[in-house]
């Protein structure tokens, strides 16, 4: 099984809201990935945690806020965003940072009005 | 940093056509290739991969990809395509050291069109 789950599969908000986007792995994989995709493009790689701690942050505007609660969760707390941060919003896992590929999840729709 | 070129932005063929779709990276160490498929409306999709060994890859639905060290290039393949085989596809590089440890570098995507 190599199933990825993101919950919700699309979300509205204005600039004044919070939420979170929420990604789920029981593969036991210890590196989980956020990734942003605009309409024809590659995904952009957002953050990376390895063992539950953050590896990787590509320089992602704090109103993005990462978590990842244990091993087998990741979380993408949004607030105050802009027009300009609708996109696909992807996860994705891997057994390790070094030990690929990487899995992807079927992502968010986020829609920020 | 690592950059990964695919030269294709769209191609179109007719059921049955054979299909190559280049892809290039530029890193000169040890990589990991991928290649991955994203159909209308459905997330990514992992179709190939290569780590070592033959440098000749099959992958799910009749793909192949072959890993071409002296080129840097990790073209895909296949001998007939079909309508179904429409979507985007994206080709994607890691090497696990140093600053590109856990990063996945890809390609602009291909396009592909197949008409019935």
């Known amino acids: 099984d190599t199933e990825v789950t993101q919950t919700p599969k699309h979300l509205v908000m204005g600039m004044t809201n919070k939420k979170s986007l929420k990604c789920e792995q029981h593969?036991?994989?210890?590196?989980m990935y956020w990734y942003k995709q605009k309409a024809k493009k590659p995904p952009e790689l957002m953050f990376v945690?390895?063992?539950?701690?953050?590896?990787i942050n590509e320089s992602v505007p704090s109103r993005f806020s990462p978590e990842c609660p244990n091993s087998s969760l990741l979380n993408l707390h949004l607030h105050a965003l802009q027009p300009e941060d609708s996109a696909l919003y992807l996860c994705?896992?891997?057994?390790?940072?070094?030990?690929?590929?990487?899995?992807f999840g079927p992502g968010t729709r986020l829609t920020v009005t | 940093a690592q950059s990964v070129s695919q030269h294709n932005h769209h191609v179109i063929l007719s059921e049955a056509a054979s299909l190559e779709l280049g892809c290039n990276y530029s890193?000169?160490?040890?990589?990991?290739l991928f290649w991955y498929v994203q159909y209308p409306g459905q997330h990514l999709q992992l179709l190939l991969k290569?780590?070592?060994?033959?440098?000749l890859v099959k992958g799910i639905k009749g793909f192949e990809a072959e890993f071409i060290k002296s080129k840097f290039s990790f073209n895909l393949r296949k001998p007939s395509v079909q309508w179904s085989d429409t979507a985007e596809y994206f080709c994607?590089?890691?090497?696990?050291?140093?600053?590109?440890?856990?990063?996945?570098?890809f390609g602009r995507g291909t396009q592909l069109t197949v008409w019935p």
């Open positions: 994705a896992s891997s057994q390790e940072l070094t030990i690929l590929p990487q899995y």
């Open positions: 593969m036991g994989h210890r590196a």
């Open positions: 945690y390895s063992y539950e701690k953050l590896s």
């Open positions: 890193y000169g160490g040890t990589v990991n």
């Open positions: 290569y780590f070592s060994g033959d440098p």
């Open positions: 994607a590089v890691n090497a696990d050291r140093g600053s590109t440890l856990g990063r996945l570098y």
